[in-house]
């Protein structure tokens, strides 16, 4: 697991790596080097041209103009009594009508409270504009400004001109020249009084937030990362919020959220600076007093040339690709240091003797079936076989013997008939198999397949058809749980790469010869693949969409 975390990491720190440019590309260099890779980026003092850099500063006389600007103009505002972190979920806060010129007032409240003693005075003060200036100003929330803050609020907004609350202000900025080419959704005012945190969430468009005045840092993870995120349900109100709340998270409820830090990056931004944060990415973001920024939202063009019609078709896509990652997630490549210390184990236990001869007991309860492809009997004698094939066949046919004999000594002494009796523990076989039934690690005869290279696991099983005949039934149609019928099926798939079409042909003819019923084997082997798939299916489903099916996650 160490070492997959290491390989995503240098793999973001290769594809995925924040650059700073130090001027603005043009809108052709933008599209192709920039928003194609949806990797975000930094572009510094691109917006100190605006007007607003310098006539929005609070420092410099800034609010004032605002306040004469915008007038007693009324806007909504967020207010949270869990500031300074603002949580997305609308259960946790309320949009409130606000003049705007109110929350100017607090801004300077702001400002008087946070002098540094020297004894400046910014101008609002000398003109004594401190507390708001009329009745209709005042607000039931100076005794906690700190939990309003201005966030999107409208000055362009080309989906729904009934929204746009800031208009006035549209002449003091300009649309940055990478973005003239886009159809811009809007243009949206963010500004706190008091130090405030968004919570982690990602957006469905692309966006371009620019600072005005103040500083913001902002902590990004790639739409990867967002199985550690624990986002929101995707039916819920807040489905693009993450449900971890990192200033304060319970690993025991989202351990997943320990490995964060490792997969995020870290920007602050400065007045005049901007940053791309792309549809998707997740994003915390952190504002130090009097801070405002403007943001533009566009839609990207895979999501503005996606038809409704191929939604689902997508869907099962996206679906199917992530199912297979987890699969494979669960299943890591075994490495070469692996293989020698699983030889040395061989050895060992060679050294201390070979297969046990009352290892073939349950075979020898039932009478041996001719085999068909007789040429296939070379080197599927246990003596015939190399040290590692046989350390294998060995732990492979004790397993199968042990889980009967365990089953047996669980059945009541009575019993009316064989046929029952034999039912009975293969009923015990699958209670003990589906405990474990996704973990590699947990899955001892899974463990021991995946270990065999592709023509080690051919000689084993040819091996096991030859003279346990009957432990290889028990073992497929009873014992395989759903990551031992995967592993199989994988290595069915390598050994097939690396034999010829008429090899292959044989192998499966005598390997499904040796059931009663082949296709009875072949429905166990893919009813395990397809358990196993739901299960991985379940999985992303509750990482990356926040579907809660309840009980353990195995595997996770």
């Not at 928003?35 to 975000?40: D, F, K, Q, R, Y």
């Not at 362009?156 to 003239?180: G, M, W, Y």
Request: aromatic share 8%; net charge negative; with cysteine.
């Amino acid at each position: 697991m160490v070492s997959n975390r290491s390989s995503v990491r240098t793999a973001m720190e290769e594809s995925l790596q924040i650059q700073r440019l130090e001027e603005a590309p043009s809108a052709r260099d933008f599209e192709s080097r920039i928003e194609s890779t949806n990797v975000p980026a930094v572009f510094n003092g691109c917006v100190k041209d605006w007007k607003a850099f310098s006539k929005w500063n609070p420092s410099n006389g800034g609010l004032d103009y605002l306040q004469e600007r915008v007038g007693l103009c009324v806007v909504e505002a967020m207010l949270s009594s869990s500031a300074p972190v603002f949580y997305g979920d609308l259960r946790s806060h309320e949009r409130v009508p606000l003049p705007f010129s109110a929350f100017i007032g607090l801004c300077k409240q702001r400002m008087r409270h946070s002098e540094d003693g020297s004894g400046a005075c910014f101008e609002s003060e000398q003109r004594g504009l401190l507390e708001p200036v009329s009745e209709y100003d005042r607000t039931p929330y100076e005794d906690a400004p700190q939990q309003i803050y201005l966030a999107q609020v409208p000055i362009i907004n080309t989906e729904n001109e009934e929204r746009v609350q800031l208009e006035s202000l549209r002449e003091d900025i300009q649309t940055p020249v990478f973005l003239e080419d886009k159809v811009l959704a809007s243009t949206n005012l963010w500004m706190n009084n008091a130090q405030a945190r968004s919570s982690t969430h990602y957006d469905p468009h692309h966006n371009l937030l620019c600072i005005v005045s103040g500083c913001k840092q902002v902590v990004l993870w790639p739409p990867s990362a967002s199985a550690m995120l624990y986002p929101m349900p995707i039916y819920g109100e807040a489905s693009n919020h993450s449900s971890v709340p990192l200033e304060n998270p319970d690993f025991s409820n989202y351990p997943r959220a320990q490995c964060l830090m490792e997969y995020s990056q870290k920007v602050i931004l400065h007045a005049g600076d901007a940053l791309f944060i792309p549809e998707g990415w997740f994003h915390q973001v952190d504002s130090d007093d009097l801070t405002i920024a403007v943001n533009f939202w566009w839609r990207s063009n895979i999501v503005s040339n996606m038809s409704e019609h191929m939604d689902a078709y997508y869907l099962r896509i996206i679906l199917r690709r992530l199912t297979d990652k987890e699969m494979n997630r669960v299943l890591p490549k075994s490495s070469l240091a692996e293989m020698e210390n699983k030889k040395k184990h061989t050895c060992v236990v060679l050294n201390n003797g070979g297969v046990d001869q009352n290892d073939n007991d349950l075979d020898h309860a039932c009478e041996r079936k001719d085999l068909k492809g007789q040429e296939l009997e070379q080197r599927t004698m246990s003596h015939e076989l190399e040290p590692l094939a046989i350390h294998a066949l060995h732990e492979l046919v004790s397993l199968v013997h042990h889980r009967v004999n365990a089953a047996e000594l669980r059945q009541p002494v009575q019993s009316t008939s064989t046929t029952d009796s034999a039912a009975s523990v293969k009923d015990e076989f699958t209670k003990v198999v589906r405990a474990n039934s996704f973990s590699l690690e947990d899955d001892p005869v899974a463990k021991i397949i995946w270990a065999l290279q592709p023509c080690t696991f051919r000689n084993v099983f040819l091996a096991m058809v030859k003279n346990f005949p009957r432990t290889l039934e028990a073992l497929i149609l009873h014992l395989l749980s759903p990551v031992g019928a995967e592993v199989l099926t994988c290595k069915f798939e390598e050994m097939d790469q690396q034999i010829t079409e008429e090899d292959r042909n044989r192998f499966y003819q005598v390997f499904y010869g040796a059931f009663d019923d082949q296709f009875a084997a072949m429905d166990a082997i893919l009813n395990g693949k397809e358990l196993f798939a739901l299960q991985a299916y379940k999985n992303v489903l509750d990482k990356y969409l926040g579907v809660d099916w309840g009980g353990p996650k195995p595997g996770v």
